[in-house]
């Protein structure tokens, strides 16, 4: 899969050797967490803070590594149900799993 950096104009990027960059430099960084901590981060994971960073692997594993970290602390994969709030009567979070299964 080969994607353009935005920052770069038509220079080509092949993403997914980044994805895999980066996933091997997450390895030991994994280790630390949990086992909910380790199933967030999967490959679609990876893939949106690598985007979101501009295909910079650096800045992406500085966020993802610092998203694990308030997930370990703060487990909103564990908010029980009756403690989250209705917003405007229209939205509720129910998991941390959209539509199609992908991790929220």
């Given at each position: 899969m080969t994607n353009t950096h935005p920052h770069q104009g038509s220079e080509?990027?092949?993403?997914?050797?980044?994805?895999?960059?980066?996933?091997?430099?997450?390895?030991?960084?994994?280790?630390?967490?949990?086992?909910?901590?380790?199933?967030w981060c999967d490959e679609k994971c990876i893939t949106r803070f690598l985007v979101g960073n501009g295909y910079d692997i650096n800045k992406g594993m500085q966020m993802l590594t610092a998203a694990l970290k308030w997930r370990s602390e703060y487990k909103p994969y564990a908010i029980p149900l009756s403690e989250i709030k209705v917003l405007n009567s229209m939205y509720l979070i129910t998991s941390n799993i959209a539509r199609k299964g992908e991790n929220i």
């Amino acid at each position: 899969m080969t994607n353009t950096h935005p920052h770069q104009g038509s220079e080509p990027i092949n993403s997914h050797a980044l994805i895999l960059e980066m996933k091997k430099r997450l390895e030991a960084e994994l280790d630390k967490y949990g086992d909910e901590e380790r199933a967030w981060c999967d490959e679609k994971c990876i893939t949106r803070f690598l985007v979101g960073n501009g295909y910079d692997i650096n800045k992406g594993m500085q966020m993802l590594t610092a998203a694990l970290k308030w997930r370990s602390e703060y487990k909103p994969y564990a908010i029980p149900l009756s403690e989250i709030k209705v917003l405007n009567s229209m939205y509720l979070i129910t998991s941390n799993i959209a539509r199609k299964g992908e991790n929220i």
